[in-house]
């Protein structure tokens, strides 16, 4: 586990988007832009909040990430033209995060979700400390973990109740690379004829219904605080 300026929270946030842990490359992006800030006069918070925005996501699977936001409806939930304007214009409306708040590595690699977070003590440490106290932070937003991982620790904070259930907007595939297949399939780019034994069409389909019928009810309403029953 290595550090990288990724502790801001963003206190008006409406949606959280939760991926597994920072990569490599994240972690970088946000080390060079917490610099860039603090050596143009930014405070030590502001540079922190630029870094954290800048390199969230960063990289190819941020148009991913966009394309699949929009494609169920978030930024109409949001009241904003695209997903796209939340690294931007929109920025305040959003907090980006990690299950794991802090870049981990396995073997030089990208942490991608083994050994489990849930059972390992070191990775347990960042859940119960940092995605605890996010969610309770924020339990009134808009919830969507990246992949079945993210959405095993979001799940986590649901059975803590940290977060109402109805907010969690679970199953979307994590936007890397790795999934251009179920990506593609997400976005109805590719039939079911054409996919892989590796992806389930099924699964996706049933995930993507249940975020849209989330979406529905939330209706303008997305930014009200939900009472955890």
Same mark, same amino acid.
């Given at each position: 586990m290595?550090?990288a300026p990724?502790?801001h929270?963003?206190?008006?946030a409406?949606?959280?988007?939760?991926?597994?842990?920072?990569?490599?490359?994240?972690?970088?992006?946000?080390?060079?832009?917490?610099?860039?800030?603090?050596l143009?006069?930014?405070?030590?918070?502001? &540079?922190? %909040?630029? *870094?954290?925005?800048?390199?969230?996501?960063? @990289? /190819?699977?941020?148009?991913?990430l +966009?394309?699949?936001?929009?494609?169920v409806?978030?930024?109409?939930?949001?009241?904003?033209?695209s997903?796209?304007?939340?690294w931007?214009?929109?920025?305040?409306?959003?907090?980006?995060?990690?299950?794991l708040?802090?870049?981990?590595?396995?073997?030089?690699?990208?942490y991608?979700?083994?050994?489990?977070?849930?059972r390992?003590?070191?990775?347990?440490?960042?859940?119960?400390?940092?995605?605890a106290?996010? &969610?309770r %932070?924020? *339990?009134?937003a808009?919830?969507?973990?990246? @992949? /079945?991982?993210?959405?095993?620790? +979001?799940?986590?904070?649901?059975?803590?109740?940290?977060?109402?259930?109805?907010?969690v907007?679970?199953?979307?595939?994590?936007?890397?690379?790795?999934?251009a297949e179920?990506?593609?399939?997400?976005?109805g780019?590719?039939?079911?004829?054409?996919?892989?034994?590796?992806?389930?069409?099924?699964r996706?389909?049933?995930?993507?219904?249940?975020?849209?019928?989330?979406?529905?009810?939330?209706?303008?309403?997305? &930014?009200?605080?939900? *009472?955890?029953?």
């Open positions: 290595s550090y990724f502790e929270v963003v206190p008006t409406r949606i959280v988007i939760v991926g597994i842990t920072p990569g490599a490359e994240q972690a970088r992006n946000a080390l060079l832009e917490v610099r860039r800030a603090l143009a006069g930014a405070s030590h918070p502001d &540079a922190l %909040a630029q *870094a954290k925005v800048f390199a969230s996501f960063s @990289g /190819p699977m941020r148009n991913a +966009v394309a699949m936001l929009d494609h409806g978030v930024h109409r939930s949001l009241g904003i033209t997903a796209a304007s939340l931007t214009t929109h920025a305040h409306l959003a907090h980006f995060t990690s299950a708040r802090f870049p981990v590595f396995r073997a030089g690699q990208n991608r979700g083994s050994p489990s977070m849930m390992t003590s070191l990775l347990r440490e960042q859940l119960d400390e940092n995605l106290e996010e &969610a %932070a924020l *339990a009134h808009i919830w969507v973990p990246c @992949g /079945p991982k993210a959405a095993e620790a +979001v799940n986590e904070m649901v059975r803590r109740r940290h977060l109402p259930a109805e907010r907007l679970d199953g979307m595939p994590h936007p890397s690379g790795a999934n179920r990506i593609a399939y997400f976005l780019r590719s039939s079911r004829e054409g996919l892989s034994v590796k992806t389930d069409p099924v996706i389909d049933a995930a993507r219904e249940a975020m849209l019928a989330k979406l529905a009810r939330f209706g303008g309403r997305a &930014a009200e605080p939900t *009472a955890l029953v």
